[in-house]
């Protein structure tokens, strides 16, 4: 029995790791492995300016937050940033960015849906405002971004009214 409590526990331990905001790292000390030793494997790995690398480590559904780790040419962290905000959501020009450029921008959404009939795709970005967000960003068939906005969870606005 407690063999199966301790597995029990190293199994929790360890669905744990990886959910950090990399609070510990140090930037200018920290490599690329020690941030993803803190924050589990990235989602995914962007090219940034400069000859950056990004990783990103998406923490939706239930974190609202997607972390952008900026990395240098040295294998140095540079940064990590929080992302889902009105402040980058800002950075995106309708009619002019690609999805490429908001990927760059927000990372990986949490949820991409097809409008075959409005000939676009919608990318839902799970976020935290005041109360829960959903950023929503729209693309045309030439993958150029046509809408781009915030909004409150229905969700969440749906279940306080509920209570």
């Known amino acids: 029995m ?19 905001d990399g609070s ?9 492995a020690d941030v993803e030793k803190a924050m589990g494997p990235s989602a995914e790995k962007r090219a940034g300016p400069a000859g950056e690398t990004v990783l990103w480590f998406p923490r939706m ?10 990395i240098g040419t040295d294998d140095r962290l540079i940064a990590i940033e929080q992302r889902l905000t009105r402040e980058y959501l800002d950075q995106l ?3 002019v960015s690609r999805e490429s450029d ?3 921008v927000l990372g990986p959404p949490y949820r991409i849906d097809p409008f075959p009939r409005m000939q676009r795709d ?13 950023i929503i960003v729209q693309f045309s068939q030439d993958h150029i971004l046509r809408e781009a906005y915030m909004i409150e969870d229905p969700e969440y606005v749906q279940q306080q009214s509920s209570d």
């Open 2 to 20: 407690r063999r199966i409590i301790a597995l029990g526990l190293v199994l929790l331990a360890a669905g744990c790791a990886g959910t950090g």
């Open 93 to 95: 020009k309708t009619g």
């Open 61 to 70: 559904p239930y974190g609202r937050v997607s972390y952008a780790a900026r």
């Open 102 to 104: 908001v990927r760059d």
């Open 24 to 32: 510990g790292l140090v930037p200018g000390q920290s490599t690329s």
């Open 122 to 134: 919608a990318w839902t970005y799970q976020a935290q405002g005041i109360q829960p967000q959903l």
